[in-house]
Nanobody, 119 residues
Framework: QVQLVESGGGLVQAGGSLRLSCAAS????????MGWFRRAPGKEREFVAG?????????YGNSALQGRFAISGDNAKRAVYLQMNSLKPEDTAVYYC???????????WGQGTQVTVSS
């Protein structure tokens, strides 16, 4: 089993920045990719960004987020980070770390970390 633990959420004013971290533990040898999702109040879960563990290739849910958010990873530590800049109130959500135990299948999830952006 793989366990994912997020950290770094909190309250920030609009225009500010936050950096989320996620560390994987347990049987991490078969992780293909790690990434971030978010769920805003009253909305469905949204894919934010992902990174391949084999070649560090990154991909984003939409180009608008890519301009403000940046995902990075440390394969040796089995960790992934999400740098969020120019935060907006609409970025308020619970952010979840996720891992792929097989290609294209997000099978492991963290408990989530709350990000609140005040206007």
């Amino acid at each position: 089993q793989v366990q994912l633990v997020e950290s770094g959420g909190g309250l920030v004013q609009a225009g500010g920045s936050l950096r989320l971290s996620c560390a994987a533990s347990g049987r991490t040898g078969n992780i293909y990719a790690m990434g971030w999702f978010r769920r805003a109040p009253g909305k469905e879960r949204e894919f934010v960004a992902g990174i391949s563990m084999s070649d560090s290739r990154t991909y984003y849910g939409n180009s608008a987020l890519q301009g403000r958010f940046a995902i990075s990873g440390d394969n040796a530590k089995r960790a992934v980070y999400l740098q969020m800049n120019s935060l907006k109130p609409e970025d308020t959500a619970v952010y979840y770390c996720a891992a792929q135990g097989s290609p294209s299948t997000w099978s492991r999830w963290g408990q989530g970390t709350q990000v609140t952006v005040s206007s």
